[in-house]
């Protein structure tokens, strides 16, 4: 059975940095594009950052980038995001999703995770 469960999501004040890590059971990560995804009270759940199963290349949304990184260890079989500088409006639900055959991220990833609770107050 997969299983992806997202940890370290917490309550930081703006400027604060956090590590999201996804751990996967089931699969092996590193066959897998990983994506992480957000979801903010009352919006859409929105592409964060993702890694590709080809090449590692990764990918970043604009409202992140140069803050978030994306990277796996494929020995411990688990996905983080690195968050850094962060601001009110990243505060939502980050949840981690594996693919096995797309090649970059997409709303309809094949796993997924229950999520992990961001908050930063303004």
């Known amino acids: 059975q997969v299983q992806l469960v997202e940890s370290g999501g917490a309550l930081v004040q703006p400027g604060g940095s956090l590590r999201l890590s996804c751990a996967a059971s089931g699969l092996a990560l590193d066959y897998y594009t990983i994506g992480w995804f957000r979801q903010a009270p009352g919006k859409e759940r929105e592409e964060v950052s993702c890694i590709s199963n080809t090449d590692g290349s990764t990918y970043h949304a604009d409202s992140v980038k140069g803050r978030f990184a994306i990277s796996r260890d494929n020995a411990k079989n688990t996905v983080y995001l690195q968050m850094n500088s962060l601001k009110p409006e990243d505060t939502a639900v980050y949840y981690c999703?594996?693919?096995?055959?797309?090649?970059?991220?997409?709303?309809?990833?094949?796993?997924w995770g229950k999520g992990t609770l961001v908050t930063v107050p303004s």
């Open positions: 999703a594996a693919d096995g055959i797309a090649t970059m991220c997409m709303l309809n990833m094949d796993y």
